[in-house]
């Protein structure tokens, strides 16, 4: 029988064997997984850090996405001001031609009924130029319209929001050449000045467009930065260093190969004493 000492002996050494064993067997996650916060108890403090910063990522990467679709609403509406801006350009140069004393009438007449068409496709551009279901050159996106904002950040507030109202209507009626006629020579002065004053608010509105377009790609810029400086502290909190985990792990193994020599060494021990007690007997 084994005496209580050596029950105890025993019991110790198998406590040691399974603490060793776990302790390998965390390493081997650690290792497999390449993170050292693979359960909550291994760090309450820093798991529940690692998560809080793990959900901030994931905010501003939808942020990003939503920045991004912005630059591309954004450069939508611009394209749609160079073409109007094409055709107003087209249209002054028309009313140009059109204001020579020496054209007669009939020629006149055709200049204006390319003219008339080129009203009527800077009303039809204006009135169906849209992103995913917003208008953005009939005065939708005017600074009095209903804000049509960006989610930039990841909190609520001004401060994590970029607005797009910067494009008033630029259709015919708005910008003051709906009733031009080039169809006579004075109609045709006036028709060139009304569409040189065009041609300068469509400038304007790209102008503004184009600051729209700047300050996405900059919030863009200073997101993916907020995130690369997220992503390198929650890594540096959370991921295994795996050169310190191996060295972690081979001192385990010794460890654990020392505590089943000892293990192996008191069944030895043990079994000699019971022979002894048998031959004594």
């Known amino acids: ?82 073409g109007v801006s094409d055709l107003v350009a087209r249209g002054r140069e028309l009313a140009i031609q059109s204001s020579n004393g020496t054209l007669n009438d009939s020629q006149r007449q055709a200049l204006d009924q390319e003219f008339t068409q080129i009203q009527n496709e800077i009303d039809r551009l204006t009135g169906s130029l849209e992103f995913n279901g917003q208008k953005l050159l009939d005065g939708s996106l005017a600074p009095n319209a209903e804000p049509v904002n960006i989610q930039a950040g990841s909190g609520s507030g001004a401060a994590n929001q970029i607005n797009l109202n910067v494009v008033e209507s630029v259709t015919t009626e708005s910008l003051g050449i709906a009733n031009s006629d080039i169809s006579t020579s004075q109609g045709a002065l006036q028709a060139a000045d009304d569409f040189e004053k065009a041609a300068q608010t469509l400038n304007a509105a790209r102008g503004q467009v184009g600051a729209i377009g700047n300050r996405l790609a900059s919030a863009t810029n200073g997101l993916n930065s907020q995130i690369e400086n997220l992503t390198q502290a929650e890594s540096g909190l959370a991921d295994t260093d795996l050169a310190e985990e191996v060295t972690r792990l081979q001192q385990g193994l010794l460890r654990f190969e020392t505590s089943i020599r000892a293990l192996a060494s008191q069944i030895q021990n043990e079994q000699s004493r019971a022979r002894i007690l048998d031959f004594s007997v």
């Not at 198998?14 to 603490?19: E, H, K």
């Open 1 to 82: 029988m084994v005496d209580p000492i050596s029950g105890g002996t025993f019991s110790q050494l198998l406590n040691t064997i399974n603490r060793n064993r776990s302790g390998l067997q965390n390493s081997l996650e650690r290792i497999s997984s390449g993170r050292k916060l693979n359960k909550a108890g291994t760090d309450a403090a820093a798991s529940a850090l690692s998560s809080q910063l793990r959900s901030e990522i994931t905010a501003l990467t939808q942020a990003v996405s939503n920045v991004e679709s912005g630059a591309n609403f954004a450069r939508t509406a611009d394209g749609g001001l160079a």
